[in-house]
Antibody, heavy 123, light 111 residues
């Protein structure tokens, strides 16, 4: 079965960077794009970006341009997301989620999700 | 403020039919398909509807989606207590070189 396993919770100080990993199993990693979505406490979902695991080419939400870096390692079936210059506004749960287009779903339909990684930014 | 607009709350009694609306614009719902997600408390979202009205395998046919112009709706018939959750609509938006956009979410309460 498809599994996306994310790295553990992080506590960071303002101005620092955080790197979250997401390791996939149960499917052909190269065939599916991966998204990152975050959810601030008590708030809704916010799309951060998408990465093509074969080319490594990312597309970022304008809000995070210059602050986010998404990478993919096909040898370990892992995608990573690094967010820099953290502030308290970045305190959130971060999810990786697979794009279902390669299985016949529509592009942008997120058919499998990681368990989420809580990032707390506090001085 | 979310790009897609949803009512913050909805409610119904067991067995009832409820609908949740999602309003967008030409660049998102008007051009691309709509997806719906269900998020139970403390869990990751789950894909409920894709391509406006298609259900992934395992999703009960009590859940259905529709779209007209720049608006979409999720309908839940035969409401059950376990349907109490947050529901989000989402779509691809062709502005700003392409981006994913979500609604603000609707908290469904089963009375």
């Amino acid at each position: 079965q498809v599994q996306l396993v994310q790295s553990g919770a992080e506590v960071k100080k303002p101005g620092a960077s955080v790197r979250i990993s997401c390791t996939a199993s149960g499917y052909v990693f190269n065939n599916f794009f991966m998204h990152w979505v975050r959810q601030s406490p008590g708030k809704g979902l916010e799309w951060m970006g998408i990465i093509n695991p074969i080319s490594g080419s990312p597309t970022y939400a304008q809000k995070f341009q210059g602050r986010v870096t998404m990478t993919a390692d096909t040898s370990t079936s892992t995608v990573s997301m690094e967010l820099s210059s953290l502030s308290s506004d970045d305190t959130a749960i971060y999810f990786c989620a697979r794009d279902g287009a390669a299985r016949g779903y529509s592009y942008g339909s997120l058919d499998s999700w990681g368990q989420g990684t809580l990032v707390t930014v506090s001085s | 403020q979310s790009v897609l607009t949803q009512p913050p709350s909805a409610s119904g009694t067991p067995g009832q039919r409820v609908t949740i609306s999602c309003s967008g614009s030409k660049s998102n719902i008007g051009t691309n398909t709509v997806n719906w997600y269900q998020q139970l408390p403390g869990t990751a979202p789950k894909l409920l509807i894709y391509s406006d009205n298609r259900r992934p395998s395992g999703v009960p046919d009590r859940f259905s989606g529709s779209k007209s112009g720049t608006s979409a709706s999720l309908a839940i018939s035969g409401l059950q207590s376990e349907d109490e959750a947050d529901y989000y609509c989402a779509a691809w938006d062709d502005s700003l070189n392409g981006r994913g956009v979500f609604g603000g979410g609707t908290k469904l309460t089963v009375l």
